[in-house]
Each structure stands twice: as C-alpha cells, then as structure tokens.
C-alpha cells in the first residue's frame, strides 16, 4: 500500500461551481503533488507544494489552486468548474529531495463536471 | 511535440506470448525513466524503474537507449493479468513526472 489517501472517491459537480480535493501524505513525507488525468491520457502535473508553499506549477489556470497543511496533508481546489475538468485527480507525496525517485499516488477521486 | 510518446496500441497477444513496445522522449537531458501499469478507473501503479544498462524484473524487461531517446517495455509468456495500460515516464531533474498516454495490452486466452 502506498500510505496516501484521497477523498472523495468520486465527486459530480455542475459547471460553474467550486470543488475542493483532499490528500493524506504518505507518513514521513513532506512535499505532495497534484495530477489530472483526462480519459484516455496520462497524467498532467498541476502543482507540488512543499513546507506549505506552491513549489511548481503545470499548466494550469489559477482557478486551481491548493493548500498544504502543518501535518503535510493537502486539498486541491478548483473554482468556476468546467466540463473539461471531469478527470481523475491523482495526488502522489514524497520527500523533495527524491526527484529522481518514482511517485506513489493515492487511489484518487473522479470528477465529472456536468 | 510532447514530451513523452508512446503508441496507444492496442496490442492483442495471446497468452503465452511476447509483446514489446517503445516510448520517445523528447528531453535529451532527462535523467530517470520508469514504466507505471495503470489499470481501468485505477490509479497508475510503478511497474519498474528504467537503468541506463537495462534491467529485468521477472517477466518483465526494460531497456533505455539515450542516444536514441527511447525506452522500452518487453513481456515474455503473457498473462491474463498482464492486460492493462502501461504509461512511460520520465523526470527531467525537477519537481514532475512527465507520463505518456499510454500503450494499451490486451492478453487473451
């Protein structure tokens, strides 16, 4: 088992609204990234936070944003939804120091905006 | 051009078979490789990582060629629950992973 834990599991959101992802980091780890999966691609980096503070950023509008926690726990928000955010969101934590070492994710929470 | 190539396939083997499959890379100074399985609705599960000098992990072979910019997968004696999408990766020395669309396997019986 990897240790990092996603909810919700599945989310359904309309258009326009706002929706907020949560990831429980591995036990041990300090930074945590965020990926969007669309159907039938892989997976795009949105951002990495690391020590609370965005640490990269994909290419992604700001109306994804994110937040990392005291206890390395992390959300994923997205404002103003459209329906091409309907993805899987996949969030993977690990040591900054290991950017050569693979990633774990989460079993990551599916988003259809309708 | 993207980053990270791979054919989508699908390849349908039999059980029992070989199948191999490549992945391009655009960065010349990409510095680690690994191949992810991902199955339906599932998230991608690390497979194996990718070393310059090839290596192997029971039925499963992964090679790299720098010169050439590519990375492959090869399956020997196919199983049933080797059917899933295979995702190439590769990090550039910073803070993401850059992941292919992935190459679909089909193995049947």
């Known amino acids: 088992e990897t240790g990092v834990t996603q909810s919700p599991t599945h989310l359904i959101k309309t258009r326009g609204q706002q929706v907020t992802l949560r990831c429980s980091s591995q036990?041990?780890?300090?930074?945590v990234s965020w990926y969007q999966q669309a159907l039938g691609q892989g997976p795009q980096f949105i951002f990495q936070?690391?020590?609370?503070?965005?640490?990269g950023r994909g290419n992604f509008p700001p109306r994804f944003s994110g937040l990392q926690f005291p206890n390395y726990s992390s959300e994923l928000n997205v404002n103003a939804l459209e329906l091409d955010d309907s993805a899987l969101y996949l969030c993977?934590?690990?040591?900054?120091?290991?950017?050569?070492?693979?990633?774990?994710f989460g079993n990551g929470t599916r988003l259809t905006v309708t | 051009r993207k980053e990270v190539e791979q054919d989508p396939g699908p390849f349908n083997v039999p059980e029992g078979a070989t199948v191999a499959f490549n992945c391009t890379y655009s960065?010349?100074?990409?510095?680690?490789f690994f191949w992810y399985r991902q199955d339906c609705r599932k998230e991608p599960k690390l497979l194996m990582s990718?070393?310059?000098s090839g290596n192997e992990d029971g039925r499963f072979t992964a090679q790299l060629n720098r010169a050439s910019q590519y990375i492959s997968l090869l399956i020997r004696d196919s199983k049933l629950s080797d059917s899933a999408t295979y995702l190439c990766?590769?990090?550039?020395?910073?803070?993401?992973?850059?992941f292919g669309a992935g190459t679909t396997v089909t193995v049947r019986a």
């Open positions: 990766v590769v990090n550039n020395g910073d803070y993401k992973l850059s």
């Open positions: 936070y690391y020590r609370e503070e965005e640490n």
């Open positions: 990718v070393y310059s």
């Open positions: 036990s041990g780890h300090n930074t």
């Open positions: 960065n010349s100074a990409s510095q680690s």
């Open positions: 993977a934590s690990s040591f900054l120091d290991s950017y050569n070492s693979p990633l774990h």
